[in-house]
């Protein structure tokens, strides 16, 4: 389950894409896409050396070797789901697409390989789909109409202004601006969803990160593993009950042993948060 928070920020994110939404077009998908490359691997990297340690500490039993031949033919079998990454990132860099189109472009893919090559659903089953696709895009709509209206309220309210007044009269560093954030982010994350903190709280704390010097594509990324990590904590924690559900455990048995998780998922926050180059570089890079 912790493993799951890579998805959030690791590119094609839709959460990535929320924030760009919530920042007004301030921040571009692309530069949060790139932005999350290396803080994704770096948090994949730390949860595989924790499991690789448990693995052998414990004794986990190794699995079979995949012989050659099984591991060429599972890896073309692959590649067309990950043309799909390919035509959005790629689409984007090379300036063939925007963001949007690429999205566009990626769906009608996704499409064409889900009922022509893998054939996974019947064609009985298409209306049930669009059914289903359209309740979600409904969903993340009424999120974002909504979360326009309260940063519109918020903007007549002068609450930008009060919330930077509010943590400049704390303090006027950065980095303990940053600590502050981080614990009030990860308060929220435990008792809200990912998409409607988002929207919510962008248009507030964005004025305020800005007002001290911090860049909005780094923030976008801090805000994002913080959320990500209230996902997989209680009361609320969706990734951790649907995890539970699926794995068919209880969610104290996951709570008891999860903890070294928890440490090492702060630990890349803390990292991410005050190196920003790991999140600054690619966009650079890219001139962005």
């Not at 998908?29 to 949860?47: Q, R, W, Y």
Request: proline content about 6%.
């Amino acid at each position: 389950m912790s493993a799951s928070l890579q998805a959030i920020i690791i590119p094609p994110s839709h959460n990535s894409v929320i924030y760009s939404l919530a920042t007004g077009g301030v921040v571009s998908i692309t530069s949060l896409f790139l932005a999350g490359v290396i803080p994704g691997l770096l948090l994949g990297f730390s949860l595989m050396l924790l499991c690789l340690f448990y693995a052998y500490r414990d004794k986990h039993p190794k699995g079979e070797p995949v012989p050659i031949r099984q591991a060429i033919r599972m890896l073309g079998d692959a590649v067309w789901g990950i043309v799909t990454l390919v035509i959005v990132l790629g689409g984007i860099l090379t300036g063939v697409f925007t963001p949007i189109e690429a999205g566009a472009v990626a769906c009608v893919w996704a499409f064409f390989v889900t009922m022509f090559i893998y054939r996974d659903y019947k064609w009985s089953e298409l209306p049930l789909l669009v059914y289903k696709t359209l309740q979600t895009v409904a969903m993340v709509l009424t999120l974002v109409a909504t979360a326009s209206c309260f940063g519109y309220v918020a903007a007549l309210m002068q609450m930008p202004a009060k919330m930077t007044e509010f943590f400049v009269a704390i303090s006027s560093n950065k980095y303990v601006l940053l600590m502050w954030l981080n614990i009030m982010l990860l308060v929220l994350g435990t008792a809200l969803d990912l998409a409607p903190l988002l929207l919510i709280c962008t248009p507030i704390l964005l004025p305020v990160v800005k007002s001290f010097g911090i860049d909005p594509v780094h923030f976008g990324i801090v805000m994002l593993l913080n959320l990500g990590i209230g996902l997989l904590t209680p009361p609320v924690g969706t990734t951790l009950f649907v995890g539970c559900a699926i794995g068919k455990v209880s969610v104290d048995e996951v709570m008891r042993g999860i903890w070294p998780f928890y440490y090492v998922m702060f630990t890349v926050l803390m990292i991410v948060t005050y190196v920003p180059w790991l999140s600054l570089a690619l966009p650079r890079a890219f001139g962005f």
